[in-house]
């Protein structure tokens, strides 16, 4: 969960979440290098009035200079490209979940299950209970198991939407007559927050995600008790 005056990114909840950090504060590093480097040569310019023939025309400075950006580039891009394929890597699913965007509400298909499907619209501010959160509470979570492969199916009724999670790594688009899918382990028991990503109205805002991972035990307790009232 984000909080106010937060710099970096929420705290991860699955493993491709904690590649994506690793992976960022690897960038950035290297940024901050370059960024160092560059204000250093910036400076030495301006100030001082020596000059070096060696540095005016060498032909190994020009090799160096056209060199070392190539293998900056290599350094970022293999990390880069390792996380790619492990996003789009989705091997046997426990649980496979079909979310559909409306306007302006998410409604869930646990494909596994028969009949256990439900829509999940946001808690007007006013009927909030302590402790819930403005603009991002719901009236019925999408709740899965700790531990275990889920793959989410994501489409949509109308226009464009996005299914997002942050700490989870995830954010998938809903594109009405297209069906996409993405997958993520949750590494802990908790709630995870989102929101829809792609500006799809007037009530764009009004349409959360609340994903609650419980353990295994719990989820069928769950799954039981949805079908039976279904």
């Not at 909080?3 to 699955?14: I, R, T, V, Y």
């Not at 979440?17 to 480097?37: G, N, Q, W, Y």
């Not at 310019?45 to 060696?54: E, F, G, Q, R």
Request: aromatic content about 10%; some cysteine; glycine content about 4%.
């Amino acid at each position: 969960m984000a909080h106010p005056s937060q710099l970096g990114f929420q705290d991860a909840a699955s493993p491709v979440m904690e590649e994506l950090i690793h992976f960022h504060d690897h960038a950035l590093m290297i940024v901050f290098l370059i960024s160092t480097l560059v204000l250093y040569i910036i400076v030495a310019m301006v100030t001082t009035k020596l000059t070096n023939k060696y540095i005016l025309d060498s032909q190994e400075i020009e090799i160096i200079w056209t060199l070392l950006p190539a293998i900056i580039l290599i350094l970022i891009a293999l990390p880069s490209l390792r996380i790619l394929y492990l996003m789009d890597e989705i091997n046997d699913p426990h649980l496979t979940i079909k979310s559909m965007g409306h306007q302006w509400y998410w409604s869930y298909e646990y494909t596994d299950f028969e009949d256990l499907m439900f829509d999940s619209y946001m808690i007007p501010t006013q009927e909030l209970t302590s402790g819930q959160f403005r603009l991002l509470e719901t009236d019925h979570r999408m709740v899965i198991p700790v531990q275990s492969p889920v793959r989410i199916l994501v489409s949509a009724d109308d226009v464009l939407h996005s299914w997002a999670v942050p700490s989870l790594g995830v954010k998938m688009d809903a594109v009405p007559g297209r069906l996409n899918q993405t997958a993520f382990i949750v590494s802990r028991p908790g709630l995870y927050y989102g929101q829809c990503s792609e500006i799809c109205g007037a009530n764009h805002s009004f349409m959360p995600i609340v994903v609650e991972a419980v353990p295994l035990e719990h989820f069928e307790n769950w799954s039981s008790s949805m079908l039976e009232d279904a």
